[in-house]
């Protein structure tokens, strides 16, 4: 079966910083991507960033450009998020999905995993 599990959300102030983590697990790291996504209360899921595991392209969306910078370890399977400046449009779950057959890296249709999501809160 494929897995993949979130890690390392919280709460924390307006300005301040996390690392999530994706733990992935159940095919080969090869030829994947994986990409972040975030849903607040009443809205659809939003795509924030993704990296294509075997090249290490990694693209972002426009409102994280500077502030997010994301990291993986091929070895261990695992993609990391380091989310700095962190605003409250940032609250939410965030969720790391996998592809193999990509068209665009940000439409959740082209994922067919996901992990449950860790929740992000960002307080005044």
């Known amino acids: 079966q494929v897995h993949l599990v979130e890690s390392g959300g919280g709460s924390v102030q307006t300005g301040g910083s996390l690392r999530l983590s994706c733990a992935f697990s159940?095919?080969?790291?090869?030829?994947?991507?994986i990409s972040w996504f975030r849903q607040a209360p009443g809205k659809e899921r939003e795509g924030i960033v993704c990296?294509?595991?075997?090249?290490?392209?990694?693209t972002y969306r426009d409102f994280v450009k500077g502030r997010f910078t994301l990291f993986h370890d091929n070895a261990k399977n695992t993609v990391f998020l380091q989310m700095n400046s962190l605003k409250h449009e940032d609250s939410g779950v965030c969720y790391c999905?996998?592809?193999?057959?990509?068209?665009?890296?940000?439409?959740?249709?082209?994922?067919?995993?996901w992990g449950q999501g860790t929740q992000v809160t960002v307080f005044s």
């Open positions: 999905a996998k592809g193999a057959q990509i068209y665009n890296c940000f439409r959740s249709c082209d994922f067919d995993a």
């Open positions: 159940g095919w080969s790291a090869s030829n994947i991507w």
């Open positions: 990296v294509n595991i075997r090249d290490g392209g990694t």
